[in-house]
């Protein structure tokens, strides 16, 4: 199982990012996909998850109303959409994929992660 992320850069307060999650060696379709996030210092964090079908979705706190995750599974691939961002939104985003039916906020419930892309928001 692979999990590609990528989309990370430098950018300034305020903009926007997409990150891209391609995932292969696993039936897309049977897990919910997620991302988290993990700062210097600091315990990884979740962002957002969405469900196998892409019919429900969650949020972390510090990200409602600003981040948006998607899912294309004829693409095997996931997004997470990142408008207004803060420079509290800097760290590594991580792709992560869990085989059961309910969305888990908890790193341990994920089954599969890929590598992160790194995100620097600078003020």
């Known amino acids: 199982v692979q999990l590609q992320a990528s989309g990370g850069g430098l950018v300034q307060a305020g903009d926007s990012l997409r990150l891209t999650c391609a995932a292969s060696?696993?039936?897309?379709?049977?897990?919910?996909m997620a991302w988290f996030r993990q700062a210097p210092g600091k315990k990884r964090e979740f962002v957002a998850a969405?469900?196998?079908?892409?019919?429900?979705?969650e949020y972390g706190e510090s990200v409602k109303g600003r981040f948006t995750i998607s899912r294309e599974n004829a693409k095997k691939t996931v997004y997470l959409q990142m408008n207004s961002l803060k420079p509290d939104d800097s760290a590594v985003y991580y792709c992560?994929?869990?085989?059961?039916?309910?969305?888990?906020?908890?790193?341990?419930?994920?089954?599969?992660w890929g590598k992160g892309t790194l995100v620097t928001v600078s003020s």
């Open positions: 969405i469900t196998r079908s892409g019919a429900s979705v």
């Open positions: 992560a994929a869990r085989s059961k039916v309910l969305i888990a906020v908890t790193p341990g419930d994920y089954d599969y």
């Open positions: 060696g696993l039936i897309f379709t049977s897990y919910i």
